[in-house]
C-alpha cells in the first residue's frame, strides 16, 4: 500500500510539472464563459501531442497502455499547476472500446483521443431524461443507411461536435431495453439541425439540443450489434460517472487553490463561517483526489464497469457543490460590480447532480446494485 | 502508486476480521458476558496487535507502518470489539519515540478532558485528565512540560467504565494525584507529538470507517427483513437513500483514512498531521452521520438500548472527539494553507 510515487512515476511527474511551467494555457477551470471550450480544443491537442493525454488508454488507438495510475499522477499535477483539468472523453473511448469491432475502433478512437475529432453525446431526449430507456428517437433501415428522425437535448458540445454517439430505437416489438442501437453520426448533414441551449450561468456552447429530420447514419456504423444500444449506454454512463475518467481532480484543485489564495491575500475581509466553507471545499476536494488514487490503483487487477461508478459520483458531487459554495462565498456574486465569475462557478455545480444521471438515480444504482437492497 | 493492500496486509485484515466475527458482541447483552470478552483479550493478546508501533523495527522505528495498525484499528470497530487497541497502541509509540522502556505491564493514554489532545501537567499539577480504551489498564502516560520539551509521566488507574463507549471503558483521574515521572524516557519534541498525533488520528479514522461498516451492515440486514405496509422497509426508496448515502460517506472516510496511515510514516511530520487531520474532519462528520442514518432506518426499535445502533454511534463520538472531533481539525487544515483561525 503506497500513494507515493515509483521512480519512474516520478519521472513522469517531474517532466510533466516541467512542462506545465511553459504551457499553461491559464484557461478557468471550469464552464464559466464561452472563450473556454474553443480554448479546450486547443489545450487537449497539446496534452496529447506532448504525452499528457490518454496515458492509460490502449497504444492502438493512440494511447500509451501506462497504468492508470498515471491519469491520477497527472491530475495532481495539472491542479498543483492550476491548468485546466485533461478532457473528459473516457466514457466515449471505453464504451466504444468495450462494444465497437475492431473496424469502429479502428476507424474512430485515434481521433477521439488525439482531439482531431470531437464527439458529442446523443442519450438524452425532451421525453428520456432518468428514464433513458423510454426514448423515442428512431433509426430507419433503408438501403445501407438508417434514417434518424428525433430530439436530442442536453447535449453537451453538441454545436462543435463532428460526431455523435447516437443511441436510437431500432426494433419497436421488443421491451424498451432491447429495442435501442447505438451508431456514430456526422453531425454535419443537412438532417441536422443543432440549437446552443443556454445554461444557468448564461453560457451557451456547453449546452445543446439536437433535431434529426432525416439524417443519415451507415448500418456499418452501428457501434455493437442491433440492440446492443442499452448496454453501451451503461458502460458509458459508468465510467461518466469516474471522477478518475473525467479528470475532475485537477478542476476542483485548480478552483481551491484559486479561493486560498483570495483568502491568504486579504485575511481580515472572510468571517468564520466564510472560512469554514473553504476549509471544507479543501477537505472535500483532497477526499478526491484520494479516492481516485485507490479506485484507479483498484483498476491493477482489471478494469471494471460496474456500480461503484455511482458511489464516485455521488461523491464527486458533493465535492463539485461543496466547492461551488466556497466560490459563492468567497469568490463573491460581482452583485458590487465586480468579477462574477466565481457566481457562474458555483451555477455551473448545480449541474452535477443532474448530468450523467441524477443523484436519485445514483443512490438507486448503490442501493439495488452495492448494498443488495430488495426491488420496491 | 498502488494503494491496493499488499498480501500480508490482506491476512492480517482477515485475522482481525475472523477473531471478532467469531468473539466480537453480537448483541448488547453479549457485552455483559465476561467470559466472551475475556476469549477476545486473549486471541488479542495472543497476536501481538497492541505491539505493532512498538519499537523493533529498522532504525528504532516501529515493527510496522501505520497502515498495518489501522487495519487493526477498522476491523476491531466494525466489530465494536471491547478489547483495549487504541490507548496501548498509542502509549507503545509515545515510548517509542521518547526511547523509554517497553511497559511493566497494560497501560494507556490519558486525554485533557475535552479529549482534544494528550494529558499535560503544567508545573507540577494535572488539573484533570481521562484515561481512554482503559480496560485492564495498570497505568495510564500523560505528558509533563518541561524546558526541553514534553516529558513521559504516568498516572495511577482509577475505576475504568463504560461512559460513553460501552466498548472501551474511561477512567478520570484523581486530581490528588500528581504524575510521576517515567525514568529513562527523553523528551517528546515537536516533530514527534504530530507524528504521535497523526497516528492518533490516523487510527481513530480507521475505528470510524470500521464503525460505519459495521452500522451499516446491521442496518441493511435489518432494513431487508422488517417489513411494514406489506414490503421490506428496505425497498422503499426514502429508506434506500438514506442508506445509499451512509455507504457514500463510508467510502469517501475510507479513501482519505487509508493515506492518513499511509502519511504517518511516509510524509513528514507537518504533512503527516494535516493529512490526518483532513481524514478526521472527514471521517467525524461522516460517522455521526451515518450512525444517525442507521438509527432512523431501525426506527423505534433503533432508540431502544438492546439494538447495537447506539453501541456504534457512541463508539464513533469517542472515536470522534480524541484528537479534535470537526473543528478543530479542520482548523488545523486551514493552518498547513496558512490560513488562521477556522
Known amino acids: 500500500m503506497d500513494f507515493g510515487d515509483s521512480p519512474a512515476e516520478r519521472a513522469f511527474r517531474l517532466r510533466l510539472r516541467g512542462w506545465l511551467e511553459e504551457h499553461n494555457p491559464g484557461l478557468p477551470a471550469s464552464s464559466t464563459d464561452d472563450e473556454y471550450w474553443a480554448g479546450m480544443a ?17 497504444t492502438a488507438i493512440g494511447g500509451q497502455g501506462m497504468e492508470s495510475v498515471y491519469e491520477a499522477i497527472a491530475d495532481q499535477e495539472l491542479a498543483a499547476a492550476g491548468a485546466p483539468p485533461r478532457p473528459s472523453l473516457g466514457y466515449l473511448v471505453w464504451g466504444i472500446l468495450e462494444h465497437g469491432s475492431d473496424d469502429i475502433q479502428a476507424r474512430l478512437l485515434p481521433g477521439i483521443v488525439n482531439g482531431r475529432d470531437r464527439w458529442c453525446q446523443g442519450f438524452s431526449e425532451p421525453d428520456a431524461g432518468s428514464d433513458l430507456a423510454s426514448l423515442r428517437t428512431r433509426a430507419d433501415r433503408d438501403g445501407d443507411d438508417y434514417v434518424i428522425t428525433g430530439h436530442k437535448v442536453w447535449t453537451s458540445y453538441s454545436d462543435d461536435a463532428e460526431w455523435c454517439l447516437l443511441l436510437a430505437r431500432t426494433d419497436h416489438d421488443v421491451p424498451k431495453h432491447q429495442g435501442i442501437s447505438a451508431f456514430a453520426l456526422a453531425m454535419d448533414q443537412p438532417g441536422v439541425q443543432r440549437r446552443p441551449l443556454r445554461m444557468i450561468n448564461g453560457i451557451t456552447k456547453e449546452f445543446g439540443e439536437v433535431v434529426f429530420d432525416g439524417a443519415r447514419v451507415r448500418a456499418a456504423d452501428m457501434i455493437g450489434a442491433p440492440g446492443e444500444g442499452w448496454a453501451l449506454a451503461m458502460t458509458v454512463v459508468s465510467h461518466e460517472r469516474e471522477p478518475g475518467e473525467l479528470g475532475y481532480v485537477a478542476r476542483y484543485g485548480k478552483l481551491v487553490k484559486e479561493l486560498v489564495a483570495r483568502v491568504r491575500k486579504e485575511p481580515g475581509a472572510y468571517g468564520p463561517e466564510q472560512v469554514r466553507e473553504l476549509a471544507w471545499a479543501i477537505v472535500e476536494a483532497d477526499m478526491l483526489r484520494l ?46 460590480g465586480g468579477d ?11 449541474a452535477q447532480s443532474v448530468m450523467g444521471g441524477t443523484s436519485q438515480i445514483q443512490r438507486n444504482l448503490v442501493a439495488r446494485r452495492i448494498l443488495g437492497l430488495p426491488a420496491a | 502508486m498502488d494503494v491496493r493492500l499488499s498480501a500480508d496486509q490482506q491476512a492480517l485484515r482477515d485475522a482481525v476480521a475472523q477473531a471478532v466475527d467469531r468473539l466480537g458482541p453480537r448483541t448488547v ?35 510496522t507502518s501505520g497502515v498495518e495498525a489501522a487495519i487493526v484499528a477498522e476491523e476491531l470497530g466494525r466489530g465494536l470489539a471491547d478489547v483495549p487497541f487504541l490507548g496501548p497502541t498509542l502509549a507503545a509509540e509515545l515510548r517509542r519515540l521518547t526511547g523509554a522502556p517497553p511497559a511493566p505491564g497494560p497501560e494507556t493514554v490519558a486525554f485533557a478532558p475535552d479529549l482534544s489532545g494528550p494529558a499535560c501537567a503544567v508545573g507540577g499539577g494535572l488539573p484533570a485528565a481521562v484515561a481512554v480504551d482503559a480496560a485492564g489498564a495498570r497505568q495510564a502516560l500523560a505528558l509533563v512540560a518541561s524546558a526541553d520539551g514534553d516529558r513521559l509521566a504516568t498516572l495511577a488507574p482509577g475505576r475504568a467504565e463504560p461512559r460513553l463507549d460501552l466498548t472501551r471503558p474511561t477512567w478520570a483521574s484523581d486530581p490528588a494525584a500528581a504524575p510521576a515521572p517515567l525514568a529513562g524516557a527523553g523528551a517528546l519534541g515537536d516533530d514527534a507529538l504530530s507524528r504521535w498525533t497523526a497516528l492518533g488520528l490516523a487510527l481513530t479514522c480507521a475505528d470510524l470507517v470500521g464503525v460505519m461498516r459495521g452500522a451499516l451492515s446491521l442496518a441493511c440486514d435489518y432494513a431487508a427483513g422488517r417489513r411494514q405496509y406489506d414490503a421490506p422497509i428496505g425497498s422503499f426508496q426514502a429508506v434506500q437513500h438514506l442508506l445509499a448515502d451512509a455507504f457514500v460517506a463510508m467510502e469517501g472516510s475510507r479513501s482519505v483514512a487509508l493515506h492518513a496511515a499511509w502519511a504517518v510514516d511516509a510524509l513528514g511530520a507537518p504533512e503527516a498531521l494535516s493529512a490526518a487531520a483532513l481524514a478526521k474532519a472527514y471521517c467525524a462528520r461522516a460517522g455521526r452521520d451515518v450512525c444517525e442514518a442507521v438509527i432512523q432506518v431501525h426506527g423505534g426499535i433503533g432508540n431502544t438500548w438492546d439494538c447495537l445502533a447506539h453501541v456504534y454511534l457512541r463508539r464513533a463520538l469517542l472515536s470522534s472527539d480524541l484528537f479534535g472531533g470537526v473543528g478543530p481539525n479542520l482548523g488545523r487544515v486551514l493552518a498547513h494553507h496558512g490560513i488562521g483561525g477556522a
Open chain 1, 340 to 350: 462574477d465569475t466565481w457566481l457562474k462557478a458555483y451555477l455551473y455545480s448545480r
Open chain 2, 29 to 63: 447483552a453479549d457485552l455483559d458476558d465476561p467470559a466472551r470478552a475475556d476469549r477476545l483479550e486473549a486471541v488479542v493478546d495472543g497476536a501481538g496487535w497492541r505491539e505493532l508501533r512498538a519499537a523493533g523495527g529498522a532504525a528504532g522505528g516501529p515493527l
Open chain 1, 42 to 58: 486547443r489545450w487537449h491537442r497539446e496534452l496529447y501531442d506532448a504525452g499528457f493525454f490518454g496515458m492509460s488508454w490502449p
Open chain 1, 291 to 336: 479516492h481516485v488514487c485507490r479506485r484507479l490503483s483498484d483498476r491493477l487487477d482489471g478494469i471494471s464497469h460496474g456500480p461503484e461508478g455511482s458511489v464516485d459520483k455521488l461523491l464527486m458531487t458533493a465535492v463539485e457543490q461543496t466547492v461551488g459554495h466556497a466560490a459563492l462565498v468567497v469568490g463573491g456574486t460581482g452583485v458590487d
